[in-house]
C-alpha cells in the first residue's frame, strides 16, 4: 500500500524567504508520481509540480522546485522568495504509474507568510 | 483553460437524506474521481470510474455511496441516508490517463448534513 508522511502541521515564514515542506512515501511500487497541490483559504485544489520516479532531475515550476531524494523516498517542496499568496495549505500525493490510478494525499502543511 | 464543474458549491440536506453530487469533467479525459476532505483533514479517495464501470474504490466507498454517469457529460455521486460524518467537501476530478498534469480537480461542494 502507498503512504504519504507530511510531518509539518505547520510552518511559518516571512515574505521572500525560501521555505521547504517535507514529505516522505513509502510504496513497493517502482513506477510512481509524486504531486504538490496548494489548498488556499477558498478551498480548491491547484496543481503545483509533478515529479516522476524515473525522472534524474528535480521538477521545478518557477518558484516552485521539488527535492526528489529517491533512496530516502523523499519529496520536499521548495517555495523559493515567498509570497503572501502563498498561505495556504499544501499537499504531497502520489499514484502508481497506471493509468486511472487514484492520487493518495498526505495530510497537509499549512504554510502562512508573513510580511 | 479547460475545467472540471461541480454543481452544487454548497449542500445543505438533513440527516437520513439522499443527495446526489454533479460533476461534468473535461470532455476529452477518460478517468473520473470523486475525493472527500472532513474540514481541515486530508484529502481522501472515494471511487475511480472508467468505462462506465468503477476501476478502484476506498474502504470509505461503501454501500452508501453510489457513482454514475448517466449522459457523456455528467458524472454523478449519490450518498444514500446520509449521516452527520458525511459532511465534508467533496471534489471531482478528472484525467486523460497517466499524464504528467494529469488530474484536473473541480472547486468542490461542501456538503453539511444536520
Known amino acids: 500500500a502507498q503512504k504519504i508522511t507530511q510531518t509539518q502541521p505547520g510552518m511559518f515564514v516571512q515574505e521572500k524567504e525560501a521555505v521547504t515542506l517535507d514529505c516522505t512515501y513509502d510504496?513497493?511500487?517502482?513506477?510512481?508520481?509524486l504531486f504538490w497541490y496548494k489548498q488556499p483559504s477558498s478551498g480548491e485544489m491547484i496543481f503545483l509540480i509533478y515529479q516522476g520516479s524515473y525522472d534524474e532531475q528535480n521538477a521545478t515550476e518557477g518558484r516552485y522546485s521539488l527535492n526528489f531524494q529517491k533512496a530516502r523516498k523523499s519529496a520536499n517542496l521548495v517555495i523559493s522568495a515567498s509570497q503572501l499568496g502563498d498561505s495556504a495549505m499544501y499537499f504531497c500525493a502520489m499514484r502508481r504509474n497506471q493509468a486511472g490510478t487514484a492520487l493518495i494525499f498526505g495530510k497537509g502543511t499549512t504554510l502562512s507568510v508573513s510580511s | 483553460e479547460p475545467e472540471v464543474t461541480q454543481t452544487p458549491s454548497h449542500q445543505v440536506t438533513q440527516m437520513g437524506q439522499e443527495v446526489i453530487l454533479r460533476c461534468v469533467p473535461i470532455s476529452n479525459h477518460l478517468y473520473f474521481y470523486w475525493y472527500r476532505q472532513i474540514l481541515g483533514q486530508k484529502v481522501e479517495f472515494l471511487v475511480s470510474?472508467?468505462?462506465?464501470?468503477?476501476?478502484?474504490k476506498s474502504e470509505i466507498f461503501d454501500d452508501q455511496f453510489s457513482v454514475e454517469r448517466p449522459d457523456g457529460s455528467n458524472f454523478t455521486l449519490k450518498i444514500r441516508s446520509t449521516k452527520l460524518e458525511d459532511s465534508a467537501m467533496y471534489f471531482c476530478a478528472s484525467s486523460e490517463g497517466l499524464g504528467v498534469y494529469g488530474y484536473t480537480f473541480g472547486s468542490g461542494t461542501r456538503l453539511t448534513v444536520v
Open positions: 470510474f472508467y468505462n462506465n464501470e468503477i476501476s478502484e
Open positions: 510504496t513497493s511500487d517502482q513506477s510512481y508520481g
